[in-house]
């Protein structure tokens, strides 16, 4: 048997550290059984999936170094590898476990499922559910369709009994099928949900281990029932602890950076990256800290990983990459390496046209340019509150910092009109609220204009600000305490619409 595992990233947002990690760990596996690692994009939900999205994914994972064998842009016998090619699959299954008896379609609206969550949730039961759909006859179906309902197709679950199975990290794992809801596996729309489209693709593309999160472990069941439904044999199961915030939540942009590209930006080396990713539940037996994707992939025993929690943590992730600035490379390696990454005349002439304003000599180019170059500006926290109450401040570096979340196009425009709404719903002057934000993106007073540097320095870098301005306030007692956040968190919604997860 040749071993072939996957990542199955979702195009919907900045490529994830968890998707290296993920990648890391499926491509050691593979490489020490002498197998392939396969790159698949989930792009089922076609809402939120964009093709930037995937292509800053590969990009990522390539400057990472992290190779896959087989995928949508290097091909492979098992294509194609976007979901969205692969509708024809998907049907052909659901038409078999519809036939089977594993599912049926279901007409119920959204207002009866709230409802019956809202009594399921009541009665302190598990949300769940019903089996409502469940024993309409053909000919009931055929009217329903006929006049033009909408529905979907579900899972049907056993109402008792335990579903078990074995996981290579955690042995045998037991749910019992009352926990499992009847899930949704192809939505209105007709396109599969995650569930199907997964165990379709992995049972086609010879997937023979899935070494994926952990959150992932509760909805195995489900694909167990589905495998069998389809009569296939499923895959080996690895569910990995998650990546977490110092904190131990799971990784969070709002609390860490969780874009590759941040450290990118911010100048960590690749190799360092993942080598510190490898060091999240790993370790090599010889308790080596500095290695590389082939060392760990020569003694690579998944058995072996931890099933704590590992904490991703920027500090720690710093002193690797220092030592392998100053163990792993030459001089002139490192200065390649900076001439690759910011310090080239491609960047300095995107800054030139805003800094020219100001220049008085070609030395003066550098301080204005600096913190387009570093992680986060110097500067002391009165200067946030020269024109407004520490608290007012607070309040709008969150409400900007939420804002800019649901901003998809990230360019001057956008981020001005944002600034503008942020004025008009607030009722401040544009003047006053652009004032702290300008110190906290910009480390000063007198700097290049903001909208250019928050499209230059991109959303990560500037979330990373607002974060620091938020803790230097905090520090003060002027920020916002938890209390204060949950009152802002009701009045945002209230003023400009739900936050984004
Ligand atoms: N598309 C899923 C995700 O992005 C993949 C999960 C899996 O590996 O099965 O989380």
Same mark, same amino acid.
Request: hydrophobic residues 30%.
């Given at each position: 048997m040749t071993v072939r595992t996957r990542i199955a990233p979702s195009p919907t947002g900045a490529p994830h550290v968890g998707t290296a990690y993920m990648a890391l760990f499926n491509l050691a596996f593979a490489k020490k059984h002498g197998g392939k690692m396969i790159l698949r994009i989930e792009d089922t939900d076609q809402s939120r999936s964009s093709k930037k999205s995937e292509d800053a994914i590969l990009s990522s994972l390539n400057w990472l170094g992290l190779h896959w064998d087989e995928g949508p842009d290097c091909g492979g016998d098992f294509g194609p590898y976007r979901q969205s090619e692969r509708l024809n699959l998907y049907k052909e299954a659901i038409k078999k476990l519809v036939d089977a008896g594993y599912a049926y379609p279901c007409f119920c609206t959204a207002e009866r499922l709230t409802e019956l969550r809202k009594k399921q949730v009541e009665n302190k039961e598990?949300?769940?559910?019903?089996?409502?759909?469940?024993?309409?006859s053909e000919e009931e179906i055929e009217k329903k369709i006929k006049a033009g309902e909408k529905y979907v197709y579900r899972l049907k679950v056993p109402d008792d009994g335990v579903c078990r199975f074995n996981d290579e990290l955690r042995g045998d794992v037991q749910f019992d099928?009352?926990? +499992?809801?009847?899930?949704? +596996?192809?939505?209105s729309d007709g396109f599969p949900t995650y569930h199907l489209a997964s165990i379709v693709d992995d049972h086609h593309m010879g997937i023979t281990h899935v070494i994926r999160g952990e959150e992932w472990i509760n909805s195995t069941p489900k694909h167990i029932l589905l495998y069998e439904g389809l009569g296939w044999e499923p895959p080996v199961f690895a569910h990995l602890p998650l990546l977490r915030n110092p904190d131990k939540s799971k990784l969070s942009k709002r609390k860490n950076p969780t874009s590759i590209d941040y450290y990118k930006d911010v100048g960590f080396l690749p190799e360092a990256v993942v080598n510190y990713l490898g060091m999240m539940g790993y370790t090599l037996p010889d308790q080596r800290e500095i290695f590389d994707i082939n060392e760990m992939s020569e003694?690579?025993? +998944?058995?072996?990983?931890?099933l704590g929690g590992p904490i991703f943590d920027i500090k720690k992730l710093k002193w690797l990459n220092g030592r392998y600035l100053r163990e792993k490379l030459t001089p002139e390696e490192i200065l390649q390496r900076m001439i690759e990454w910011k310090a080239n005349p491609d960047f300095f002439a995107k800054i030139l046209p805003f800094a020219l304003k100001r220049l008085e000599t070609l030395s003066d180019f550098f301080p204005l340019a600096q913190f387009l170059l570093n992680e986060t500006p110097e500067y002391s926290p009165e200067s946030l509150t020269e024109k407004m109450e520490g608290g007012d401040v607070a309040k709008l570096l969150k409400i900007a910092e939420w804002e800019m979340e649901k901003t998809s196009k990230w360019n001057r425009d956008e981020l001005s009109s944002l600034f503008q709404r942020i004025a008009e719903v607030e009722e401040i002057k544009l003047k006053q609220i652009l004032s702290p934000f300008f110190t906290a993106i910009t480390g000063s007073n007198v700097s290049l204009p903001l909208f250019d540097s928050l499209e230059l320095l991109g959303p990560d870098l500037v979330r990373t600000r607002i974060r620091n301005a938020l803790e230097k306030l905090s520090k003060e007692g002027v920020g916002l305490s938890k209390k204060g956040l949950k009152k802002l968190e009701k009045e945002y919604i209230h003023k400009y619409g739900n936050l984004i997860d």
């Open positions: 598990t949300p769940r559910y019903d089996g409502h759909c469940l024993n309409l099928w009352k926990q +499992i809801d009847h899930q949704i +596996i192809q939505k003694s690579f025993d +998944i058995k072996r990983m931890s």
